[in-house]
């Protein structure tokens, strides 16, 4: 009997969250797919049943693998560098004698600040005649670079914001991870000869490896979505240069009113980000089988 009270009161004490959590979620979920297959529109008195013709005209439209190709070089090439930086300075400082308290307290503050205010703030940096970019390589001797009017370095200048705004989050994650490793087993291998090349690779690294791999699906999740600091930097521009599927089902479902295709799209990234997050889930619970 007491049991049964237990179980009764736990469900009384899920049921709000629970609903919260399916009207919030469940709902636009539903709404968003039904819209999808309907030719909804601002233009559009009537909206009427099309069936599949909104993903058959979407994936027949050159600017959506466009778009979905610069989605994934945004996304993969700048989680690599966010991991590859993230890494060496966690493994940096964990070598250091010294409480370097400051130095972490600093390498935090941009992912701490306001996104819209730092994203100015870059493109106040990347303007080609004011920016202060271009008059560091000016004074380096250096040719000025035209950076968010050129569709090569307006996507580095995109690429190199987001590894500048998230390659804290990898750093965090990572000194939580090296700070949970036992004394013991590093000082075991120092004793075995292990230098420092050897410590990272074969004690560290594949200790923390679980952690690098929810990191990356985390960022990866994130990044597949950038909208902000595009949208801020670039617009999107020069041209098409820089439009992910996040800005094109922006343009698709917000600017122009074309619901019905914005949600097509919204739907087609949702499936492409699951797949990810599977494959990463998966590789995630081998490696926990192995440990």
Same mark, same amino acid.
């Given at each position: %009997? ?17 609903? =919260?959590?399916? /009207? $919030?979620?469940? #709902? ?5 797919? /039904? ?14 049943? +099309? ?6 005209? %979407? ?20 989680? #690599?560098?966010?991991? !590859? ?25 941009? $992912? ?7 994203? &100015?703030?870059?493109?106040? %940096?990347?303007?080609? @005649? ?38 804290? &989050?990898? =750093? ?56 902000? @600091?595009?949208?801020?930097?670039? @617009? ?6 820089? *439009? ?5 089902? &922006? ?16 739907? +087609? ?9 599977? !494959? ?5 619970? @081998?490696?926990?089988?192995? *440990?």
């Amino acid at each position: %009997m007491l049991e049964q009270r237990k179980t009764r009161a736990k469900r009384l004490f899920l049921a709000p969250i629970t609903l =919260f959590l399916l /009207v $919030m979620t469940v #709902f636009p979920l539903g709404y968003l797919l /039904v819209i999808s297959f309907t030719d909804r529109a601002a233009t559009n008195q009537d909206t009427q049943f +099309v069936g599949l013709d909104n993903y058959i005209s %979407m994936f027949g439209l050159e600017q959506f693998w466009r778009s979905l190709g610069l989605t994934l070089i945004i996304a993969f090439t700048s989680v #690599f560098l966010q991991l !590859v930086l993230g890494f060496f300075a966690a493994i940096s400082l964990s070598f250091a004698r010294r409480n370097l308290w400051v130095l972490r307290t600093l390498f935090i503050i941009p $992912m701490a600040a306001a996104p819209v205010a730092v994203l &100015f703030n870059w493109r106040y %940096m990347f303007n080609t @005649s004011t920016g202060i970019l271009n008059y560091l390589l000016e004074r380096l001797g250096l040719p000025a670079v035209d950076w968010l009017n050129s569709g090569v370095t307006a996507l580095i200048s995109v690429v190199m914001v987001e590894v500048w705004t998230w390659t804290p &989050f990898i =750093f965090i994650i990572l000194v939580g991870a090296l700070a949970a490793i036992p004394e013991e087993v590093v000082e075991a291998a120092s004793l075995d000869g292990a230098n420092r090349r050897q410590l990272i690779w074969l004690v560290y690294f594949p200790l923390i490896s679980p952690f690098l791999l929810v990191a990356t699906l985390l960022r990866l999740i994130d990044a597949l979505k950038t909208f902000d @600091s595009i949208q801020v930097l670039t @617009s999107g521009g020069p041209g098409y240069d820089t *439009t992910t599927l996040n800005h094109l089902i &922006f343009l698709d479902g917000i600017r122009f009113l074309r619901f019905a295709e914005g949600a097509a799209s919204t739907v +087609v990234l949702l499936i492409i980000i699951i797949v990810i997050a599977r !494959v990463f889930y998966n590789r995630l619970l @081998s490696l926990r089988e192995l *440990t």
